[in-house]
């Protein structure tokens, strides 16, 4: 009924290679677009972006950024958090070196900075793979963690260690510091993700999309149909880089405006945007979408419901809200293994046949 | 699918965040939960306890009853935020987040949204000169503050000549734990000692490398400046390698019963600092017992009564409802809002004859803040456990802080926090 694709002709290339070839995917996608840059920006207040908005759209990018490492290219990383404190130390460094340039910019050099730094700590995944290139990410982690508290040029030689941005501007609205429009963060946020998401399933269609799962798949056999592994690799690693760091440097700049690496950006994070991953769904950049929501908002949800509406003590909630997520978590992989991407992609084929099944 | 669920999501969070109608309001964003839950519960529960018997025995400050919204941030950052936002939003007249990352996250909210931010011996310590930090309060002292007493208490018990002795800082890795890593240096330059410093990371149950080096180096005084389960580490491996207690002196973030009690009658001798009186012995405990404890309304499991934190909690809460009662005398109505909250914190003048009427005489120095001096008096005392009597003993009077060395470093990095920021002096 929905999803019908009867009538729905393509009559040129173009048109059949097209991102969301069915019309009703096409429309949907055009409305969330519309919402979300349209409506919300009209409603949103501070609580709105500060505790919802503008964490979901960040864990988005990161979530994204991993899956293209771990979902299409086939390799474990647990380097997310010291990837996304390079982003954020780049462009506070950036920021603080460079005060005339328009913040988007640092946010892109700042992605490029840990696109390098990606590419420095993937190397060893031309030798090793699997859990031994987990733990070798592990060592990034904890390395670039070590180095931002370790040597002060990083943070200006403030007293206490802390990152501090200062207040930027993007066509004479404040997008970082305290005066700080819950609306301008939201949008400055939105448009990054808007572009990263672009980017990122538009190379996971094409050339260099195709050979990371050739990679993911069986890397021999993609090697012996001449699939280079280290251009593959490295390129995987610096392009999820790119958008974590991206990630990062928004997570510093934008939603916290002072941050402490290792309170930040600690092994904690690595793990979080990994289950985001994972929950949402590997290989699938909707999935990104839905782990990121999953995990940022259902907490929230959660906590407003026990303490603000059931008044429960603000410890027993916590406790509780922790069980109740790491419950569903399980229930859900129990259920569909393959995240709530897969969980969409059933449900868009049963709505395909709906209502006539047989 | 997902639009039910965001549908879902907006109703139950629009039920949820409706204002809660009392007249003040102090958002009390605690931690119950995690690795800092040992130290966060004493502390909120003092603090709500004391609203709580200023309710129930008085009928509030100056007749409006005070509620304290209670949020859990178990010491994270992105929860504080969440917390903050969530609770402005009531009509919250000062926040107390307990978490130096957390102040300095608040620190330009707070200035935007124009609400007094409360950090007593906590937070930014550059935020003691009110002519850069408007809308933060830091007193009666700081960690620079507590740095400089631990360093004079060191004076006095070797005699007056420290020249030559090696110190050792232990700190927990993060903005808390580096704040008085500047200060200690400027200070062993002026009276000669050697300072070693040995980071602990988040959250600190890995300490074994830290205290082999010490067990090497045999420096002779251990500061610390640790927090939550830390402490409880730290302590037990001091007392591993046999540390003379007596030369192992914490901030007053380290020295709880929590932190002492799991290493035992070995514990004792230990130091630590505070800024303020604890233990039962003050009369205010008789209301407390009275209208709180005995009439079931304590807050948390309320075995916390009477503990260093839990006495902290009670300060904080204390200094933050006579500033509101300041402004109420200031503005001449009971009703006052956050810019009138923020006055009557510049004006607060908490005097000994204050402190008896409260029921807590010599509980703490008197204040007497002003447009320029948001830090407060500076003074701390040494208290010492005596782990067999499960109590702390006073070890010192009063010490003050050497303001010849303080002054210049936060002149210097609220100069900093200026200039980043376009500041100017506020006062003028």
């Known amino acids: 009924m929905f999803y019908r694709e009867a009538g729905d002709f393509k009559t040129s290339y173009r048109e059949d290679s097209q991102t969301f070839p069915i019309k009703f995917d096409r429309l949907r996608y055009y409305a969330v677009l519309a919402v979300a840059f349209g409506i919300v920006p009209l409603f949103i207040n501070d609580y709105w972006a500060n505790a919802v908005a503008v964490p979901f759209l960040i864990y988005a990018i990161a979530a994204i950024g991993l899956n293209i490492l771990v979902g299409y290219a086939g390799q474990v990383s647990l380097g997310t958090g010291g990837f996304m404190a390079v982003g954020a130390y780049a462009v506070y460094k950036l920021m603080t070196a460079f005060p005339d340039i328009n913040i988007f910019f640092h946010v892109i050099i700042a992605g490029f900075i840990t696109a390098a730094v990606g590419v420095i700590f993937g190397l060893p995944s031309l030798r090793i793979k699997g859990f031994y290139l987990a733990v070798a990410t592990l060592a990034a982690q904890f390395f670039l963690v070590w180095l931002f508290n370790k040597v002060p040029w990083f943070y200006n030689y403030s007293a206490s260690g802390q990152i501090n941005a200062p207040e930027r501007t993007v066509f004479g609205v404040f997008v970082t510091g305290a005066q700080t429009s819950a609306m301008a963060k939201y949008m400055f946020c939105l448009v990054v993700l808007t572009l990263v998401a672009l980017v990122a399933r538009n190379l996971t269609r094409g050339t260099v999309g195709r050979k990371w799962m050739a990679i993911r798949d069986m890397d021999i056999a993609a090697e012996i149909i001449g699939v280079n592994p280290l251009t593959t690799k490295l390129s995987a690693f610096a392009v999820s880089s790119f958008f974590i760091g991206i990630a990062g440097a928004l997570f510093f700049a934008v939603y916290l405006g002072a941050a402490e690496v290792g309170e930040a950006f600690g092994i904690q994070k690595s793990f979080l945007i990994l289950f985001m991953v994972i929950i949402g769904g590997l290989g699938s950049i909707f999935g990104s979408f839905a782990g990121a929501a999953f995990l940022v908002l259902l907490p929230v949800f959660l906590k407003n419901v026990l303490v603000g509406t059931l008044g429960w003590p603000t410890d027993l909630a916590a406790h509780i809200e922790l069980m109740i997520v790491g419950g569903l978590i399980v229930a859900f992989l129990i259920a569909e293994p393959h995240g709530l991407a897969q969980l969409w992609r059933v449900a868009k084929e049963k709505l395909r046949l709906w209502p006539f099944p047989h | ?428």
């Open chain 2, 1 to 428: 699918m997902k639009k039910t669920l965001t549908a879902l999501v907006a109703a139950a969070m629009t039920l949820t965040t409706a204002p809660a109608f009392a007249e003040l309001v102090v958002p009390n964003l605690s931690y119950r939960t995690g690795p800092y839950a040992a130290n966060g519960i004493p502390y909120a529960d003092g603090f709500n306890d004391y609203f709580t018997l200023l309710n129930e025995r008085d009928g509030g400050i100056g007749g409006e009853m005070v509620a304290t919204p209670e949020c859990e941030t178990a010491y994270n950052t992105e929860k504080g935020v969440e917390c903050y936002e969530s609770t402005k939003g009531e009509g919250a007249l000062a926040y107390n987040p307990l978490s130096t990352g957390i102040t300095y996250q608040l620190i330009p909210k707070v200035t935007a949204d124009g609400i007094t931010l409360y950090t007593p011996g906590y937070g930014r310590t550059s935020a003691a000169n009110g002519k850069v930090f408007k809308w933060v309060f830091n007193f009666p002292a700081n960690y620079w503050d507590g740095a400089s007493v631990a360093i004079k208490h060191i004076i006095d018990q070797e005699g007056g000549d420290i020249s030559g002795k090696k110190i050792a800082l232990v700190y927990h890795n993060s903005a808390y734990g580096k704040e008085p890593i500047r200060t200690l240096e400027e200070l062993a330059k002026k009276h000669g000692f050697e300072l070693s410093t040995l980071p602990v990371d988040h959250p600190g149950q890995e300490q074994k490398s830290q205290w082999l080096q010490i067990r090497r180096d045999k420096p002779d005084y251990v500061l610390m400046w640790g927090w939550g389960v830390m402490n409880q580490v730290a302590i037990q491996e001091a007392v591993n390698i046999r540390f003379p207690m007596d030369h192992f002196i914490g901030v007053w973030w380290s020295g709880s019963e929590n932190d002492v009690a799991p290493a035992g009658d070995k514990a004792s001798g230990y130091k630590a600092l505070s800024f303020h009186g604890t233990g039962m012995d003050y009369p205010v405990y008789a209301d407390l017992k009275q209208y709180v404890v005995d009439a079931g309304k304590a807050s948390g499991a309320g075995d916390q009564v009477g503990t260093m934190l839990y006495s902290r909690g009670m300060y904080a809460a204390m200094i933050i409802s006579e500033a509101i009662r300041k402004a109420q005398e200031m503005a001449g109505k009971s009703n006052v809002n956050a810019a009138e909250v923020r006055d009557g914190f510049e004006n607060l003048d908490l005097t000994e004859a204050r402190l008896e009427e409260l029921g807590l005489p010599n509980f703490a120095q008197p204040i007497k803040a002003s447009c320029e001096n948001h830090g407060g008096p500076g003074s701390a005392k040494v208290f010492q456990w005596d782990a067999g009597a499960k109590k702390w003993n006073e070890a010192s009077d009063w010490i003050e802080s050497d303001k010849d060395v303080l002054n210049p470093l936060i002149e210097e990095d609220s100069a900093a926090f200026a200039s980043e920021n376009n500041i100017t002096d506020q006062c003028n």
